[in-house]
């Protein structure tokens, strides 16, 4: 197999747009938490999420006409477009002759469903309008990766919820190993919207205005948006181009729970972590960092520490939660966890969970890196993700010599 | 990767010989809603979920979740798979946008109710496009790779692209790929409107196996590739790859099954450009209406229905984006026959 490395980030989210920005939100331990404009939440009794406030996706990309797409497909394009710069390969170059896109999403163009429902209150559902009906397929999220990069390769897009993004750069690094493709963009994106607010509060898994993962107290999640995309290399290509390299993908885990939609379960958690561990060649004790899927739910932050413990140990990793500065950005949350995984790898720190102040008894093994980020030697990071229809993915990530 | 069996839900029958044999199936659809846009689709008039699931366990379930379960069942018994080991098999569903209709309710009562919250949270999932697949391994006990792909005209190619790689590097022995579409209003007006043809219905799902130990296969898929690209151009070369990919020379290629519509030549083109001459068509036209996703899996599926031992077929899809998809398929034994 050959090797895969991780040469460039481009994140779009409410801590940060672009690696710099992000990195250093992360270091510092921003919330990017504000209430919500998006949508009209005033009936809502909770009132705040994690929006992407500065997105201007005209200043970002320059081949796709933003409003052509919809505002899940902006996000990835525009994350896209910041990770190949960052990787500083140009749109349409040599290398995008057989390079391919790959993007998760929970909730694909959320937006122009709520646009399409507006059409069929005001005029049935023959009154909905066309441009909207063509902007609805989340396959076009890829598609809008595709075409502002000018990609040639194959363009996919994964639904699997609120883990897409691990399923994508599990996907895409496999493309890349196997030598399907040099060059793999993946990541995730997903919009604030009016039902998915409503869903989470009536599941009782919306917290007002603080996201507190792992914390005694935690009340839940907050609804959140943004576009992850990282660009994946062959190791050779990188270095032939004199490429910046910030960590190497070593693997990933897949499997499903098979038990219920919604509610976290232990043991397949369990089981996908020692999957993960498997693909990628380490042991559970070479594990210096674990980016939680952290949602702030009682529930899952619970099943999530027990499986860490069952698979290792007494004595676990650092396990933090970014969650608590973005929220839950869905598809492209586990696609934020590796910007972070691989930033740790390569700055050598920590992410921490803000918002963090009282232990749960009930898991006291847990170091969530409370507060702000901490310098460490990350060697080798997991970055979890879990979702509803118990779609679990892992993925690896370590340092390069 | 080698099919071992499949599961058919469609307006034209349950068998690959009878999807093969099919004229235009439609059905007067207008018991089911009061609001559509012609009374007929290609839809599954009589299906049903609780006759066909019972009504244990599915009360939330949408009719895309329904269609997926029982088309995975009809796949598992099709080829006899026992899931004895559920960590070794998985689900690969690909789909447009999953259920349209589940979707803009949940979004509505936000803003019909008397509080923008007072939504059902037990169909909360069905708002989410991986709702059908992640039901189905509930309903088997399935507990490898679970993925949803929204891929569109090009979704079930893209799936069988997808488990051929799960296969490949290990994640699962056995998966179950398909495709489902489901009728609603919804979907019927979305059709009208941006295609101006009637909407289409069906489940698609084929079992496929590395390596299998005791089923004989009905046919191979020795290679599916996938592009991006404006232009006939990008279908040329993605079907090269594949023919490259499977060792198949363009003359020994007997059939396609390509995506395109009575009066379209976009993809038929792109196929006689790459053999060198005009192939028998598998495809399903608009016999079927819209299916979206599921158009490969009846592609595939009319494939089977036509493919006699040893020949090879091509399927191709293309998305008005620019996405292109082809596959290689391999007869194999008789999987004309009608194993019912």
Known sequence: ???VVVTGLGPVSSIGIGVAAFLSALRAGRSGISPIAGFDASGFPHRHAGEVRDFRPEEIVRRIRPGEWGHSAQLAACAARLAAQDAGLEPGGAWADEAGAVIGTTSGESQVVESLVDQQMAGGLAGMSVASI???PAERLSYAVAEELGLAGEALTLATACSASNYAIGY???????GEADVMVAGGADSVCRWAHAG???LGALTEKECQPFDATRSGILTAEGGAALVLEEAGHAAARGARVYAEVLGYGVNCDAGHMVSPNEENIAACMRI??????????????????????????????RAIRAVFGAVTPPTSSIKSMLGHTMGAASGFGAIATTLAIAEGFLPPTINWSTADPDMPWIDPVAGTSRPAEVRVAQNNGFAFGGNNAITVFGAVE | MKITGYGLLTAAGSTAAELAGASAARADMSALHDDLPRPDACAIPGFDIRAELGRKGTSAFDRATGLAIVACGRALADAGVQVEAPERVGLVL?????????TMEYSRETLVQDRPYLVNPVLFPNTVMNCAAGQAAIWFGLKGVNATIAGGPLAFLQSLRYAGNALDRGYADTILVGAVEEFTAHRAW?????????????????????DPQDRTPIAEVPAVAAGFGQGQGALVSCLRRALARAGARPEEIDLMATGDLPGERAESDAVTAVVGRDLPQAGPGDRFGHCGAAGGALALAGVLGRLGDGELAVITGRAADGAVAAAVVKGRGDARADRR
């Open chain 1, 1 to 3: 197999m050959r090797r």
């Open chain 1, 134 to 136: 063509r902007q609805l």
């Open chain 1, 172 to 178: 895409a690094y496999d493309c890349v190993a196997s």
């Open chain 1, 200 to 202: 989470f509060y009536r």
């Open chain 1, 276 to 305: 993960a561990h498997r693909k990628a060649g380490i042991k559970p004790g070479d594990v210096d960092y674990i980016s939680a899927h952290g949602t702030g739910t009682r529930a899952n932050d619970l099943v999530e520490a």
């Open chain 2, 94 to 102: 690909g789909t447009t946008e999953g259920s349209l209709r589940s």
């Open chain 2, 190 to 210: 979305t059709a009208e409107l941006a295609h101006g043809g009637p909407v289409g219905e069906a489940a698609a799902v084929f079992v496929v196996e590395k």
